[in-house]
């Protein structure tokens, strides 16, 4: 059984919540990863809490990891330039690691020069000060993660938790991924084109949810489902649906569907020896080029090359 080591960054200010998503998620991983934590000198770092952390390591792990992780800083604590010790931790990764950014630990690659010409996200909220701070980075604030290798980045919080699972799912599939979600009880799959803020993810008291027909729907992905057929079984007409939907999940409901599709091809993928023109029937998909475009889309790459890097993995 393959296992990496992932070294997590810990600077001072960071936030204890996300500092621990990745030994939280990835350790409930079947013993795929060895989780480290360290600090640029092997010091206790503050957090934006009342408490310090204690690590075990210095920089010199971060030259072992397969992965690196930075964990976010809270705002005020970002500097304008990246200190000499922070650059001299980050030089230490070998060629060819993947380097996670959780939050505003996107700051610190950006700093570094790391995302010059990539696409990445942070939190919504400090998109503004980013791109008046890199000009040369392709930032996207409305999603929740992007995965431009070898660099990803995501967005605020509960996101550092789906940029783990993708890890998992990229590296290992997504019934091992679904299984760390149960066992964190955390959703197994927030797609990262999916919005950073939706609008009213709870609807208000006393109105209509659209959660209901979403199930509805997740057993009924292999029919042609219409608006017309969703709306008509929440009860709403079509525009009241179609905007309740979007406050409640960021997405159109035709998107939504696509998204969903995708994700229950990729298991199919996985996890079976059917044609890509039947698992295309499966999902929803009227034929198999449809499924192509669609993967293609989501990931940039075909069924086959996607069912032979994952049996690879396995």
């Not at 929440?234 to 994700?263: C, K, N, Y």
Request: glycine share 8%; net charge neutral; aromatic share 6%.
């Amino acid at each position: 059984m393959r296992r990496e080591r992932v070294v997590v960054l810990a600077l001072d200010g960071v936030y204890p919540f996300e500092l621990g998503i990745p030994s939280r998620i990835l350790g409930a991983a079947d013993g795929r990863y060895e989780v480290l934590t360290c600090s640029v000198d092997g010091r206790p770092v503050r957090t934006n809490a009342d408490f310090g952390v204690t690590v075990e390591h210095g920089p010199e792990v971060l030259a072992t990891a397969g992965t690196v992780v930075i964990a976010p800083v809270a705002p005020a604590h970002l500097a304008d330039e990246v200190s000499d010790d922070v650059l001299a931790a980050l030089a230490l990764i070998r060629p060819g690691a993947r380097i996670v950014s959780i939050c505003t630990g996107a700051f610190v690659l950006a700093e570094a020069g790391l995302l010059d010409g990539r696409r990445a996200t942070t939190h919504w909220q400090v998109a503004d000060r980013f791109r008046r701070m890199f000009p040369r980075v392709d930032l996207d604030p409305d999603v929740l993660f992007v995965d431009d290798h070898p660099f990803l980045t995501s967005a605020g919080a509960a996101s550092g938790v789906d940029i783990c699972l993708h890890l998992v799912r990229k590296d290992h599939g997504s019934r091992l991924a679904n299984s760390v979600a149960r066992r964190c009880v955390v959703p197994p799959f927030r797609d990262g084109g999916q919005a950073q803020y939706i609008e009213q993810p709870v609807p208000e008291q006393g109105a209509a949810s659209t959660a209901a027909t979403r199930a509805w729907a997740l057993e009924r992905l292999g029919e042609p489902l219409t608006l017309a057929d969703l709306s008509g079984h929440a009860r709403m007409s079509q525009r009241t649906f179609a905007r309740r939907f979007h406050d409640e999940v960021g997405l159109s409901p035709g998107r939504w569907l696509i998204q969903q599709r995708v994700v229950r091809a990729r298991h199919l993928l996985e996890s079976s020896d059917l044609t890509v023109d039947q698992i295309a029937g499966r999902v929803g998909f009227a034929t198999g080029a449809s499924l192509r475009q669609h993967l293609n889309a989501a990931i940039g790459v075909s069924p086959q090359a996607y069912r032979r890097t994952f049996q690879t993995a396995r």
